[in-house]
C-alpha cells in the first residue's frame, strides 16, 4: 500500500501535464468505445439473421412499391413454405422528431413470419383480426412514448388518405418484444386493409414481401427461381436472404471493420508517442527524486514499477472515463439508429488496450529508472 501515495504523489507533482495524459486517453478511448461497440453491434444484428428467411423487393431500389398479387406466386415457388407481405411508411408523434416506423401487413402471417416477435397480450394477436385501426406497438416505443394499452394515438405521415387527411389514428390492442433484438422493438404493426383501403393512392401495393423457405441451404435457387418469375416484366424482383440484405445495408456506409481497426490503430499509435514522451519528460524533471528514494533503500525494480504504477493509473482510469463517455453517446446512437450497444467484450478489451497502452508507453521512462545511477542523478548527470 506504500506505492499508492507515492504512485499519487507522482501525478500530483505536475497537474498540468497529468491532466494533458488523462484527456488524450479519455478521448482515445472514446472513440475506441464507439467505434468498437457500433461495429459489435452490427455484427450481432448479422450474427442473428435467419438463413430461412427472405426478402424480396422492386429490382430498382428497395422501397418502390410492388403489386400485392405477386405475393401468390411467391407462395407457389418451389421450396417456399410461406409469405407476407408488407406496407413500411413513417410516421411521426406530436413532433416532427419524434418519428415512428408503420407496417401495414396480415398479422397474424407476419407474427409467424417473425417468432422473434413476441407478443405481451395472450389476446391482442385475436384483437387485432376483430379491430380495423388495431395496432401492435414495440415495446421500446411503447415506452419512449409512455402509451398504454387501449390508448389511441395518432401520427402524422407523408400518405394522404381519402379524406384529404395526413392523421393515421391507431387503437393499441397490444405490444411485442424482439427477443433476439431488444433494442429493435420498435415498429408499429397494422392491419394491411386498413392502411390500403384508406390510401389516397397507391391502393394495393408492397412494399416488399417475406419468404420463408424450407431450406436455408437453397437460399440461392430460391432467389434465383423467385426472380426469374419475374424477369422483363414491369415489376423486376431482387430476391435476397436476410443476412445479405443486412450486409449490403451496412455496406452503403462503407466497410465498416476496416474503418474501425485503422481509426483505433492510428489513435493509439500517436497516442503512444503521447504519453512516452509525456512520461519521459516527467522522469527527467524527477531524477533527483528517483534518486533519494533509492538512497532510502528502494531497489531498481520498485522504482520502475513505481513509474509504470503512473502511466497504468492514468491510462486504466483514461480508459474507464471514455468507455463510459462512449456507452452515453451509444445510447444516444440507439434511440436514433436503432443500434449501437456496448458489449462486456469491447470494455474488456478497452481495459486490456489501455494496460498494454500504459506498459508500452512507460516501459523507456521506466527503464531509464531502472538504470537511474544515484551518484549521476544527484551530481544532475
Keep these: 500500500m506504500k506505492f499508492l501515495p507515492l504512485i499519487w504523489a507522482g501525478i500530483r507533482r505536475k497537474l498540468s501535464r497529468s491532466v494533458l495524459i488523462l484527456a488524450q486517453v479519455i478521448i482515445a478511448f472514446t472513440l475506441f468505445g464507439v467505434l468498437q461497440g457500433l461495429s459489435s453491434a452490427v455484427q450481432h444484428i448479422l450474427d442473428k439473421t435467419h438463413g430461412d428467411r427472405l426478402y424480396v423487393s422492386n429490382r430498382l431500389r428497395f422501397g418502390f ?18 409469405a407476407v407481405h408488407q406496407f413500411r411508411f413513417g410516421g411521426t408523434y406530436q413532433r416532427a422528431d419524434q418519428q415512428v416506423p408503420v407496417t401495414a401487413t396480415d398479422v397474424e402471417a407476419y407474427l409467424l413470419m417473425f ?27 411503447l415506452r419512449k412514448y409512455g402509451w398504454k394499452v387501449g390508448q389511441r394515438i395518432t401520427l402524422q405521415a407523408p400518405l394522404p388518405q381519402k379524406n384529404g387527411s395526413r392523421d393515421w389514428t391507431f387503437e393499441i390492442l397490444g405490444s411485442y418484444e424482439n427477443t433476439e433484438l431488444p433494442d429493435q422493438s420498435v415498429v408499429l404493426v397494422a392491419n394491411y386493409k ?19 423457405i424450407a431450406d436455408p441451404k437453397q437460399a440461392g435457387p430460391v432467389e434465383e427461381a423467385i426472380d ?4 422483363n416484366s414491369p415489376n423486376e424482383t431482387l430476391s435476397q ?10 455496406e452503403n456506409i462503407g466497410d465498416l471493420d476496416v474503418a474501425v481497426h485503422r481509426i ?60 463510459w463517455l462512449a456507452t452515453v453517446i451509444l445510447q444516444l446512437a440507439r ?17 486490456a488496450c489501455a494496460v498494454a497502452l500504459a506498459l508500452a508507453g512507460g516501459a523507456i521512462p521506466a527503464w531509464r529508472g531502472l538504470r537511474l545511477r544515484v551518484v549521476d542523478a544527484l551530481a544532475g548527470r
Design 115 to 141: 417468432p422473434e416477435l413476441q407478443v405481451q397480450q395472450p389476446q391482442a394477436a385475436q384483437a387485432m383480426k376483430q379491430t380495423r385501426d388495431g395496432v401492435l406497438v414495440g415495446g421500446e416505443t
Design 194 to 212: 386498413y392502411v390500403n383501403e384508406s390510401l389516397a393512392t397507391g391502393a394495393d401495393t408492397i412494399t416488399f414481401a417475406n419468404v420463408h
Design 65 to 82: 412499391p410492388l403489386p400485392i398479387s405477386l405475393v401468390e406466386r411467391l407462395k407457389s415457388t418451389p421450396g417456399v413454405v410461406s
Design 335 to 351: 434511440s436514433l439508429l436503432q443500434v449501437g450497444s456496448m458489449s462486456l467484450i469491447v470494455v474488456m478489451i478497452g481495459f
Design 241 to 250: 436472404s436476410e443476412h445479405d440484405l443486412v450486409e449490403s445495408q451496412v
Design 228 to 231: 426469374r418469375q419475374f424477369a
Design 264 to 323: 483505433t490503430a492510428a489513435t493509439f499509435f500517436v497516442l503512444l508517442f503521447a504519453t512516452g514522451a509525456l512520461m519521459m519528460q516527467s522522469i527527467r524533471e524527477r531524477t533527483p527524486e528517483l534518486a533519494v528514494l533509492k538512497t532510502f533503500g528502494f531497489s531498481d525494480v520498485r522504482i520502475m514499477m513505481l513509474i509504470l504504477g503512473e502511466t497504468i493509473v492514468l491510462c486504466v482510469l483514461g480508459a474507464a472515463v471514455g468507455l
